[in-house]
Nanobody, 123 residues
Framework: QVHLAESGGGLVQAGDSLRLSCAAS????????MGWFRQTPGKAREFVAA???????TLVADSVKGRFTMFRQNAKTVHLQMNSLKPEDTAVYYC?????????????????WGQGTQVTVSS
């Protein structure tokens, strides 16, 4: 069992930076890792980034590559550093956990989800 809690969302202007955090409790080692997804009303959940439990492997979506970075502070906490934010980055951002070591962009492989945190980027 893994419990996830996101924090750090808010309202920013285009070009600003924002850091999201996700604190995990429960099983935080072994196979798999943690990921970030985002969703806007009426659209499917979109993969953003993922990192292994030990922090040794990361994956970032092409849509945010070069602007977003996911990194692990410790065994329980990960961050999503978002730079040069654009209005199209506006969404609810979710932290998730998986025990699978591949296909991290597939949200169906994630067993646990946080409540989500709203990020709004104004133009």
């Amino acid at each position: 069992q893994v419990h996830l809690a996101e924090s750090g969302g808010g309202l920013v202007q285009a070009g600003d930076s924002l850091r999201l955090s996700c604190a995990a409790s429960g099983r935080t080692s072994g196979s798999g890792g943690m990921g970030w997804f985002r969703q806007t009303p009426g659209k499917a959940r979109e993969f953003v980034a993922a990192i292994s439990w030990d922090g040794g492997s990361t994956l970032v979506a092409d849509s945010v590559k070069g602007r977003f970075t996911m990194f692990r502070q410790n065994a329980k906490t990960v961050h999503l550093q978002m730079n040069s934010l654009k209005p199209e980055d506006t969404a609810v951002y979710y932290c998730a956990a998986t025990s699978v070591d591949s296909n991290w962009s597939n949200d169906r492989l994630y067993d646990y989800w946080g409540q989500g945190t709203q990020v709004t980027v104004s133009s």
